[in-house]
């Protein structure tokens, strides 16, 4: 088994990579007031919500390491507001902001050890919480899913291999901790099997296809064999 610090080192240094796909693709756009695949959410939207997430999660890191007290967000309307307010400002001075916000978290995730891995850390006073060891996959998979969001031609199919298999795993538990576990044998064309309850329907796609189905329920790339699961949406 490996070390959980070179897990950690291998997700930063993914998030790294996809960051700067990010901002380099971001920056071709002059106009974000072009709807999102987010529902209701334009791409400005989604590009404040990625400089807003950097900010929230570099308390966490405050909150895991120094002891702060401090929560991802003050409250569910704190969070939406925030976002709401940073819309409608130039393209260039919101893609700014996103590749800023995210140099300090990129530092501030490097500070979290193994002694930071079990800490519980709290979304909102009194809601939902995580282990601080979870924080540097959580900012990974808000760039990568919301790079794809966009809808500016990045998709899933564009992640290596391993990224894809980190994210259909990570989608795979989030269903089976959900309210209606998903039942289903899951095949990649690229050879990966995933068998959940009784396996009875088969799904098969690519692996960018099986995690455009699970992360944004989006069945066209994916096959059935029966009558396609119904999911949790989730991210």
Known sequence: MRAYGDLVTDLLDALDRQTTLLVADIRALDDLSAPSLCPGWSRDHVLNHIARNAEALSRLVGAAVDGTGETMYSSPEGRDADIDAGVGRPAAVVVDEVAATAVPLAEDLRRLGPEHRDIELERTPGGPTFKGGMLPFMRLREVVYHHVDLD?????????????????????????????????????????TWTLGDGATEVTGTRGAILRWLARQDPSGVTSSGDLPSLTAGL
């Open 152 to 192: 500016t031609g990045f998709g899933f199919d564009d992640l290596d291999g391993e990224l894809q298999t980190l994210f259909i795993e990570n989608e795979i538990k989030r269903q089976q901790g959900g309210p209606s576990p998903l039942s289903a044998t899951i095949r990649s064309t690229e050879g990966d």
